[in-house]
């Protein structure tokens, strides 16, 4: 479905699709499995791995030799960009936003040590971050670079379609029907993604979100305005109804992102004491104490077979206290 897409190999998948059976004792559910995307060769790997494939192979196509990505300090998607460069021969330039004067410390520390060229860019919000790398971009242009800006979304859910096909094949090849599959909801390339692969392939899979970032409203209008991009771009609407599919929880969004709550902390004990998974609590810490409260209220019922995708960030545990 996505072969016409240029894509550049950087080790995404397939990755290891694993029972959580000493957990499931505990839980009172035989069949949760987990997906592990947070074991890829690139650098600690992660969800990021899988949009860069297609993030790169979109920047070649277009003849560009330079990588420009911005986020906060903990940001997985500027480490994994660094990585890719690394691995590829782009350059790569990282803008960070936050305090100036704090030192570079888990990932923002490795993706200096990857070789890309670091600047800071103080204590600014989103949308004023979003502006400068733009910025940024054209005057790189304008000094005669061919700089590319990583992170459109919809091209970056690219990966997470292919990833719905790959665990589709997975489930198929263990006869395992899943019917449930659990992602931290977020800013949505890699929800969305699945969720518009699955939809292409009549997937039974019912998705729910744990929102570690937004309201309801506001997650539920970027996976629509993703998945309608995704539409146009591979040329193929996702039946009607899909929406339907996509629960949206609010349970495990505590006091806002980046910040643990109760039930992260006792989820990231659970699953490592239990299971050897190491969870960060900004996303998949919180993703994961939302599977458990899915079993406890029974909308993943014990007679269904649910997958969680952890989605990486693991370097973020050396930061975290
Ligand atoms: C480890 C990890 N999990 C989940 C997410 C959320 O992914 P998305 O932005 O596609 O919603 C991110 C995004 O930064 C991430 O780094």
Redesign the pocket.
Known sequence: MLSAFPRIDLGAGPTALEPMLRVGEVLGHPQLWVKRD?CMPLAFG???VR?LEFWLGDARARGCDLLVVA?GLA???CRLTAAAAARTGFEALALYAGDATAPLRGNALLTERLGARIRRLGPVGEEERGRLARRAVSELEAAGRRPYLIGD?VR??LG?VRAAEELARQARDARLDLRHIV???????????MIYGAALLGLPWTFHLPS??YAAGELRR?LAEIVAGLARLVGREPPPGWLDRVRIDLGQLGEGYGIATPASLNAARLFAEREALML?Q???AK?FAGLVDFVASGAIPPGEAACIVH????P?LFEQG
């Open positions: 947070d992660g969800n990021k949009s986020g940001s997985n998607q979304p970056g859910a997470y992602l931290p909801g977020s800013m949505g390339p890699t929800e969305a993604g570690v970032e970027r960060e900004t996303y998949v993703a989605t990486g960030g693991t973020s």
